[in-house]
């Protein structure tokens, strides 16, 4: 019933920019969070970035704070995240999640899109 389809990935150099969409259908999501979580090779997916999707209340990992914005768009049911000055630390797949009371804990998510690839040089 619910599908999320990331895109706006790919390479730029390191102080780049980037906007990344999480296009939702099947379903709206009130109340609840989606989020956007990514994952390095040999790494553990983590926390990015979350909004609630009814009032609009974000939350940041400390690492993208002051460089990412996430924000939503109801009338297209998609989510944004705006990455600003890129690091080469940030080369990772970014997945989109949705449907969370607990907008920072990846296991708590009900819906997974399948990345979009982005990778930062130096």
């Known amino acids: 019933q619910v599908q999320l389809v990331e895109s706006g990935g790919g390479l730029v150099q390191a102080g780049g920019s980037l906007r990344l969409s999480c296009a939702a259908s099947?379903?709206?999501?009130?109340?609840?969070?989606m989020g956007w979580f990514r994952q390095a090779p040999g790494a553990e997916r983590e926390f990015v970035a979350a909004?609630?999707?009814?009032?609009?209340?974000?939350w940041y990992a400390d690492s993208v704070k002051d460089r990412f914005t996430i924000s939503r768009d109801h009338a297209k049911n998609t989510v944004y995240l705006q990455m600003n000055n890129l690091k080469p630390e940030d080369t990772a797949v970014y997945y989109c999640?949705?449907?969370?009371?607990?907008?920072?804990?990846?296991?708590?998510?009900?819906?997974w899109g399948q990345g979009t690839q982005v990778t930062v040089s130096s």
């Open positions: 999640a949705a449907d969370s009371r607990l907008p920072r804990s990846a296991e708590k998510y009900n819906y």
């Open positions: 909004i609630r999707w009814s009032v609009g209340s974000v």
């Open positions: 099947g379903r709206t999501f009130t109340y609840y969070n």
